[in-house]
């Protein structure tokens, strides 16, 4: 199994930037497809990002494309997020997760192809 612990949430006002980041132990890292969701109170789980196995293919959702990137290093276990322009509904507690499915090219974008999960980072934006 994969331990993801993530990092780097907080308060920041609209505009502003964050860089969440996603640490992962257990299985080999360059093996799975790493997501990131976010949740908003009385809200369904979203996808917001996500990354193959090797960093050469990422997905994001419309809401977040040209504003958020996701990256990896896999020499540091380790998964990005970097959210610029930051909105008032991007206030979200942000998960990351790990897919185990063949990921050779494909980002999956439902939160049940993934498999194991973190435990959030609220992120708040004051408008």
């Known amino acids: 199994q994969v331990q993801l612990v993530e990092s780097g949430g907080g308060l920041v006002q609209a505009g502003g930037s964050l860089r969440l980041s996603c640490a992962a132990s257990g299985r080999t890292f360059s093996s799975y497809g790493v997501g990131w969701f976010r949740q908003a109170p009385g809200k369904e789980r979203e996808f917001v990002a996500g990354i193959n196995w090797s960093g050469g293919r990422t997905g994001y959702a419309d809401s977040v494309k040209g504003r958020f990137t996701i990256s990896r290093d896999n020499a540091k276990n380790t998964v990005y997020l970097q959210m610029n322009g930051l909105k008032a509904e991007d206030t979200a507690a942000y998960y990351c997760?790990?897919?185990?499915?063949?990921?050779?090219?494909?980002?999956?974008?439902?939160?049940?192809?993934?498999?194991?999960w973190g435990q959030g980072t609220q992120v708040t934006v004051s408008a």
């Open positions: 997760a790990a897919s185990f499915r063949p990921s050779s090219s494909y980002v999956y974008t439902r939160a049940r192809d993934y498999d194991s």
